[in-house]
């Protein structure tokens, strides 16, 4: 009993060898659709081969993620509230744009834990939308490139030039609102010295910011946004101008502020003078000094580790779920036309 | 039938008529014959200096077909682009984006929608300059003109004007409408080809005016002058009316003495004419009719989504313009470093409901990535490519022409996956339109012993329905089916004569007159040798002659007498000549019978008659036609042989043949010039009622008959053509016939495919010929609906379900039921019947039905057909197809798809069909997909920026996205998808019907693609934002901004929508490793490209990849974890389906994978069986029926016998 029937359709390689025509189509595989191929199908052992693999990949994963996160100490520190003076918004607002007021502040930090250098020091701002279209397009690249372009302020609107004409360098509302609090540590009487070298891309530095360019009637404007600039020092070497200048994507958002290449040990008692500047009264942000190790992971962030456990435990379950289904109730062919 | 069968009217009114009358038209009836509107064309012969100018400035013979030229290329082809309303929503976005409004520089904008509209621009001009470069061929075409003073010298086509005479040689086409002035016979006629016009081969006659006869050498034109008056350029193939103002005398011009653009002059040496209609102005010009352009259903389909899309669109802008007013009216006064104070009405909170208006606008564009730029484009591309593989397949290269299958147009492709109904003509279409003589009944005997088709097959049902039994249904059922399927294809009857299968010794090599009948039989054989309209061309290869006939059956006839010894070896204009041949021991001897009169064929009438005087003075009435017809003529004397006749007749007839009745009259002198003379007199009547008056006195003489016998001649079936029918039975597909041809040859023929088997039940509707009632009409009407009323009813009643029906019907009837009150019930009525067959509709009527089956049922039609007569059904229904048979070009160049043969249908529909349309669907589910998946995101990073208008993304991701990244990948699935075979699919022909039901692009699949694409974007936003928050993301305490968070779920969505694709695809080849995998590789070759550009160009992400992202861990780990979130309910949900509810591709797919097919050929056959379609028309249906009435008698027998028992 051959399977006759194919004949009726198939016979594909067979067909006479070409005699006259040129109309004639030529054969190979490719025009023929008939291209070796893999054909992939969900068999019941692919599906639970799949899922239990994407399982045993995730959970280590996982696990190794939320190991890397419990090993970073953090230490963080909202200090917003307790470094103004005024208990309305509009006391704390006049209060920090009151060039004569002291803004220093002094707070204590307790090292929760060992903490093993390098230490990244980070301000962290919250409601502040760098992310603003407005505030991002607000810049010009190639004026903080070249020195040849200092001129260059298209795009910066509405910080383009002094009021007398001339060009602000480096201009926009970016640099123009650049964060100016600052941090000293001490333990006891001995400062912790913080690194500020380094904590840009180095790409940035090298050819982002140009080392023969130098700000240039910065915050000489009428209305004075965040911090001044040394004239004296290259772009490339102000690093947190480089750093700032990377806007972040959230509103919330950390900015490396230095590195405290140096040892804590647990209990420690870190005294921070906060220079406590930088306005986020008006619209309600908070700053927060954040002290954290880094992992191989980087930060603090159970996210990672829990959102592979739960995928790869999902997948586990997945490939329980169907094997128990494929053994109550195997699959038998059955057409359904 | 009035308008009926155009096509065979159209023949006859072209042919040979030997009655040597022209009428000419006398001065005094000059005013009664023109000065109508119609007759305002005026023609200078053999002056076209005078057509330079007004009023006699007609248009000149250049011809042009080109959709643009290069003035109105650039307009137009932009216009025809930005008609669809997604290239104007991103025309906008792109005039918009040089504004500030724009979120997107300009040409992240303006590249994709160029590049897109460029690329649409592009095939437009192609496709056009090839239609110039045909043009032009055409048009420098050379051909003799008269240049004056009788010399004739080549000029291009495109100089010719209106008066010009030109000599036009043998095998040369007319370079436009001329009259024949005269030609290389002396007599002026011509012989011309027409197949470029109407698709028939044969040769048509036509003829000069006697008057211009003496115009037959060059110098002749030197002083020629006269004048044309006649109609004004028309389509109207068929007539021409005019008169021709030579010599102070007027002639009326008939359309006999036209021969009309792109026809051939065939066995002339050279004829002249004088041009009357040029270049557009020609006949064939003004024919030539745009063919609509259709759009497949997914692609109407694929419109609303793009408005669903829109909607949404606009949705989530307004959603983001109101957030942004509210924000910008409450929160950004209080954000200082925006610096509030000194903004543009774009920021103003104090204008926050301007700003938000403008916002609008901003996030209109923003958020255009929702619909798929590309998709146009790349479903044009798909659609070539897939065109190209069906051009190229070849299994439906036909080796006898030549042919191959062409798409002629792609835009339907995927529409051939979907079609319910085939609607297809039969002449060319199912049968070869060959004929062959294979009996004949003399004198009341039959003749020829060979059987004919329909024969075969039944003698074959029979004897396997002997040896049937129930057991092993299965088994015994496929081979029965296989062995008959192998025994039709492998056991042709090959004549060695064409047109000529008749065997049968006691008539053959003259033993015919041997017979007792001889003088009968004599007379048969001198009537199949007279009595027809063909001229015999002489063979050179084997000194016989092969006839030019207006009918095949006809040229089966002269072939008959030829071989009886009778042949037809030439004819003059008032003789034909035979070489008669008794036995052959005998000489030739060569008779001359004088043609006195020849009475036409027309569907009308259905008969044809001529009266000749053979050699010694006798004149006969010959005549041959309908059986009705001539049985009803007979006279007393002449039914002799009636009855045994008429029973032949039927036998035949169930044999699927297709027969006429041969009679004829003796006539005497007076009688015949009597009636000559009144004939005369109604041929020269002028006015609308001649045709009628001919009618009338051919009537009169067409009397009196005495029956001779009758003709069975062989419409022979195309290769292939019942197992293809059987199968697109099985695939669900329901099939019309609609013919020109009599009802009892459709049935025939409906039996011979089976279209229809013994135990169906046929309705026929039918009208009485009632022409005295008044109100004929609404009598007709209302019995009409009776009759679909009483079908109906009996169809419900029905219990028996394997009760099938057949509805038969004729044009006439058709004209009323296609009425606008009757349509649906007849519709009604014709889709419960398993097979519908109309006979003797007209070409109208053909692209009515066609309409009314669309329309009615909204299923997708399909209609096929190889002549002219089919081009409205082919233009009319969704997909026309044309057989590129030997019929001419006609059928084609109106169809969307042309191939050489029906059974290719098969292939076309089941293989190519199948798969386009799930090509497709898949590609456009995946395509908004995508989208969504893609444009969601930068919505909902929106909430994050106070809905200011930023995107995440760099603006040369975007730009990248549809046009590089993710398009080839989802163009591979649109060309390369395959999820069953080619042999499987044709094994499984119920695998059609998913395309049928639509199931791959149904609103709940697409709704569901569509939430896959909203949950994707909200797991990679998430993930995406959940892993990237404010803590450092590198061991080296670097935090992420805008570009890293950006950049890293961008690469998760490269690669969500990557693997998305895979997942989809059943059928991996080595493009689809490289275009899937290449366009995930692309992106990262991409980035560290871009990474390593001017810091300027690239911004925040100057070596991103190599710098920032590639050394962190949490880059990959973000990427990998996002595509698996993104990716697992789809996969769980495929997993799922298989499991629990698999659709017929996915059993199919895994008997494969198992080797099932192999291994367990008892369950493979027992699958293939299930997977046919319950169908009712069909071989299988045929067995099927069979099987159970045998199945039924044994349980009869069964019951008896236990009855009998238990007594």
Redesign the interface.
């Known amino acids: 009993?051959n399977?006759?029937?194919?004949?009726?359709?198939?016979g594909?390689g067979d067909?006479?060898a070409p005699?006259?025509?040129s109309?004639?189509?030529?054969?190979s595989r490719f025009?023929?659709?008939?291209?070796?191929?893999?054909?992939?199908?969900?068999?019941?052992r692919w599906?639970i081969t799949?899922f239990t693999l994407?399982g045993v990949i995730?959970v280590p994963?996982g696990v190794a993620?939320l190991m890397a996160s419990n090993k970073v100490v953090e230490i963080v520190y909202r200090y917003d509230a307790v470094c103004i003076h005024g208990n309305t918004k509009d006391e704390k607002v006049a209060y920090i744009q009151n060039a004569n007021t002291s803004k220093t502040c002094i707070i204590t930090l307790t090292v929760p834990k060992d903490m093993d250098q390098?230490i990244?020091v980070?301000y962290?701002l919250d409601n502040?939308?760098q992310?603003?279209?407005?505030?991002?397009k607000s810049r010009n690249?190639?004026q903080l490139?070249d020195s040849d372009k200092a001129n260059d302020t298209s795009g910066c609107?509405?910080?383009k030039t002094t009021p007398d004409g001339s060009p602000i360098l480096p201009c926009g509302?970016i640099a123009?609102?650049l964060f100016n609090d600052t941090y000293s540590f001490s333990i006891g009487n001995q400062n912790l010295t913080v690194n500020k070298v380094g904590?840009s891309?180095?790409?940035?530095r090298d050819?982002?910011f140009g080392d023969n360019v130098f700000p240039r009637n910065f915050q000489n404007g009428t209305?004075k946004?965040?911090a001044s600039l040394n004239e004296s020092i290259p772009l490339s070497q102000q690093e947190d101008l480089i750093v700032w200048m990377?806007?972040?994507?959230?509103?919330?958002?950390?900015?490396?502020y230095g590195?405290i290449e140096q040892n804590l040990r647990v209990n420690e008692t870190i005294t921070v003078i906060i220079q406590n500047y930088y306005?986020t009264y008006?619209?309600?942000g908070k700053k927060k000094l954040v002290l954290?190790t880094?992992?191989?992971?980087?930060?603090?962030?159970d996210?990672?580790g829990i959102?592979?456990l739960t995928?790869g435990g999902?997948?586990f379950f997945?490939a329980t779920a169907?094997a128990v289904?494929?053994l109550v109730?195997p699959?038998y062919?059955?057409?359904?036309? | 039938m009035p308008g009926g069968r155009r096509r065979d009217r159209l023949r006859w009114s072209k042919i040979y008529t030997f009655a040597r009358f022209w009428p000419t038209v006398g001065d005094d009836e000059q005013p009664s014959f023109h000065g109508g509107p119609s007759y305002s064309r005026t023609v200078h012969c053999n002056q076209p200096q005078l057509h330079r100018k007004k009023p006699f400035k007609y248009s000149s013979n250049y011809i042009t077909t080109t959709k643009y030229n290069v003035i109105t290329f650039l307009p137009k082809a932009l216009f025809e682009q930005f008609r669809r309303v997604a290239n104007i929503y991103f025309l906008l976005a792109a005039a918009l984006s040089l504004t500030p409004v724009s979120p997107f520089t300009p040409v992240s904008m303006i590249a994709p929608l160029a590049f897109v509209v460029g690329l649409s621009m592009a095939k437009e001009a192609l496709e056009d300059w090839r239609r110039f470069m045909q043009d032009m061929k055409v048009n420098m075409r050379k051909v003799n003109v008269h240049k004056g003073e009788g010399q004739f010298d080549h000029k291009q086509w495109q100089n010719i004007r209106v008066g010009d005479v030109v000599k036009v040689e043998k095998d040369q086409f007319f370079p436009a409408d001329l009259l024949l002035l005269s030609s290389s016979y002396e007599d002026g006629i011509c012989y011309v080809e027409t197949m470029n016009l109407d698709g028939e081969t044969n040769l048509k006659v036509k003829r000069s005016l006697e008057v211009t006869l003496a115009l037959d050498d060059d110098e002749a034109f030197r002083d020629f002058t006269a004048t044309i008056r006649c109609e004004d350029p028309n389509p109207n193939l068929y007539t021409f009316v005019g008169n021709f103002d030579y010599e102070r005398q007027i002639f009326a011009l008939e359309p006999n003495h036209i021969l009309l653009r792109d026809s051939k002059l065939r066995n002339t040496n050279y004829v002249y004419g004088v041009v009357i209609f040029a270049g557009h102005d020609s006949k064939v010009m003004q024919n030539a009719t745009k063919s609509p352009s259709k759009r497949s259903r997914i692609e109407k389909k694929m419109d609303r989504i793009i408005y669903v899309l829109f909607t949404l669109l606009v949705l989530i802008s307004v959603i983001s313009s109101i957030g942004f007013a509210i924000i910008t009216k409450n929160k950004m006064p209080n954000w200082w470093y925006l610096q509030p104070d000194q903004t543009t009405s774009l920021y103003d909170p104090d204008r926050a409901a301007l700003s938000g208006f403008l916002h609008l606008v901003t996030a209109l564009i923003l958020y255009g990535y929702l619909i798929p730029i590309s998709l146009y484009v790349s479903i044009e591309v798909v659609k070539v490519l897939q065109a190209t593989f069906i051009n190229g397949d070849i299994l439906m290269y036909d080796e006898d022409t030549g042919n191959h299958a062409q798409a002629r147009t792609s835009n339907l492709n995927e529409e051939l996956g979907q079609v319910d109904t085939i609607l297809s003509d039969k002449t060319g279409t199912l049968t070869c339109n060959q004929m062959d003589f294979l009996k004949c009944s003399i004198a009341g005997v039959s003749y020829g012993v060979r059987s004919s088709e329909v024969e075969i097959a039944a003698s074959k049902h029979m004897e396997s329905e002997a040896t049937g039994d129930d057991a092993g249904v299965y088994g015994s059922y496929e081979v029965e089916l296989d062995h008959e399927i192998d025994f039709k294809s492998d056991n042709p009857r090959k004549p060695t004569i064409k047109g000529f299968s008749f065997e049968d010794d006691r008539l053959m090599h003259g033993n015919w007159a041997k017979e007792p009948t001889a003088d009968t039989i004599l007379l048969f054989f001198r009537i199949l040798a007279l009595c027809h309209s063909a001229i015999p061309e002489p063979d050179e290869k084997t000194g016989g002659f092969t006839y030019e006939a207006e009918s095949p059956d006809e040229a089966a006839f002269l072939v008959a007498a030829r071989e009886f010894g009778f042949e037809f070896c030439k004819r003059t204009q008032s003789s034909v000549f035979i070489r008669e041949k008794y036995s052959s021991s005998e000489d030739l001897i060569e008779r001359e019978f004088k043609i006195l009169n020849l009475l036409e064929f027309n569907s009308k009438r259905k008969r044809m008659s001529v009266i000749v005087r053979d050699a010694s003075g006798k004149i006969f009435l010959l005549c041959k036609g309908a059986d009705s017809i001539i049985f009803d003529r007979l006279a007393k004397n002449g039914r002799m042989y009636e009855s045994e006749t008429n029973k032949h007749l039927t036998e035949y007839g169930e044999a699927g043949l297709r027969t006429l009745a041969l009679a004829y009259r003796v006539l005497d002198e007076s009688e015949y010039s009597d009636w000559n003379a009144e004939f005369l007199k109604a041929k020269t009547t002028i006015g609308p009622d001649r045709e009628a008056q001919v009618e009338r006195i051919s009537d009169l003489m067409e009397r009196d008959l005495i029956l001779v016998g009758a003709t069975a001649v062989e419409d022979k079936l195309q290769k292939g053509v019942p197992q293809c029918i059987d199968k697109l039975a099985q695939a669900g597909l329901k099939i019309w016939v609609l013919t020109g041809d009599k009802i009892e040859t459709a049935i025939n023929i409906g039996f011979a495919c089976s279209l229809l088997r013994q135990g169906m039940k046929q309705i026929c509707l039918s009208t009485i010929n009632n022409v005295v009632a008044q109100d004929a009409n609404k009598a007709a009407k209302e019995s009409l609906l009776m009759q679909i009323t009483n079908a109906s009813q009996m169809i419900n009643l029905e219990k028996d379900p394997y009760e099938a029906f057949a509805l038969i019907i004729d044009g006439k009837t058709l004209t009323y039921v296609l009425e606008d009150d009757m349509k649906n019930h007849f519709l009604n009525l014709a889709v419960n019947c398993a097979s519908v067959i109309c006979c003797r509709v007209s070409p109208k009527q053909k692209a009515l039905v066609t309409r009314l089956v669309k329309e009615g049922t909204g299923k997708v039609t399909l209609a096929i057909g190889d002549g002219a007569n089919d081009v409205g059904m082919i233009q009319e229904a969704d997909i026309g197809v044309g057989i590129s048979g030997v019929e001419g070009m006609q059928a084609v160049m109106a169809s969307d798809f042309s191939i050489s043969q029906f059974r290719f249908l098969e292939r076309l529909l089941v293989v190519h069909g199948h798969w386009c349309y799930k090509r497709i669907a898949l590609m456009i589910c995946y395509f908004f997909y995508k989208n969504i998946a893609f444009g969601l995101t930068i919505f909902f990073f929106e909430a994050y920026t106070g809905f200011s208008g930023q995107s995440v993304y760099d603006d040369w991701y975007m730009l990248l996205f549809n046009v590089v990244l993710t398009s080839l990948p989802v163009i591979t699935l649109g060309v390369f998808e395959q999820d069953v075979s080619s042999e499987v699919c044709l094994q499984f022909p119920a695998l059609y019907q998913q395309g049928q039901r639509n199931l791959f692009f149904d609103w709940y699949r697409i709704i569901g693609w569509m939430f896959n694409g909203l949950y994707t974007s909200i797991a990679i936003y998430f993930l995406s934002i959940g892993m990237l928050y404010h803590q450092a993301f590198r061991s080296g305490g670097q935090t992420a901004d805008m570009a890293v968070v950006g950049t890293t779920m961008f690469t998760s969505i490269i690669w969500t929508v990557n693997v998305q694709i895979a997942l989809i695809m059943n059928h991996f080849t080595w493009i689809q490793h490289l275009f899937v995998w290449g366009s995930v590789a692309t992106w990262y070759l991409f980035l560290v490209a871009y990474g390593m550009s001017s810091p300027t160009i690239s911004g925040n992400a100057y070596q991103i990849l190599l710098e920032a992202l590639g050394p962190a861990p949490i880059f990959w780990i973000a990427t990998i974890i996002v595509t698996a979130a993104c990716n697992i309910p789809y996969l769980t949900h495929k997993a799922f389906q298989r499991a629990f509810n698999p659709q017929d591709q996915h059993v199919i797919q895994e008997i494969k994978y198992y080797k099932k097919d192999i291994e367990d050929a008892h369950m493979w056959k027992r699958e293939k069986s299930k997977a046919r379609q319950k169908t009712k028309i069909g071989f299988t249906a045929r067995v099927d029926a069979k099987i159970r009435q045998l199945r039924e008698r044994l349980n009869k027998r069964a019951l008896s016998t236990s009855q009998s028992l238990e007594e």
Request: aromatic letters at 14%; one cysteine or more; hydrophobic letters at 35%.
């Open positions: 009993m399977n006759s029937a194919a004949s009726t359709s198939s594909s067909v006479p005699r006259r025509n109309n004639r189509p030529k054969y025009t023929q659709q008939e291209l070796p191929a893999c054909k992939p199908i969900l068999t019941p599906v799949v994407i995730f994963i993620a390098p990244y980070y962290q502040f939308y992310n603003h279209r407005r505030y991002v690249d190639a490139k609107d509405p910080e509302l123009w609102s904590i891309w180095k790409s940035d050819h982002k209305l946004g965040g990377r806007t972040a994507a959230l509103p919330t958002f950390r900015k490396p590195k306005n008006s619209f309600s954290s880094s992992s191989w992971l980087g930060g603090k962030n996210f990672t959102a592979y995928i999902l997948c997945l169907f289904v494929y109730k699959r062919v059955l057409l359904q036309i």
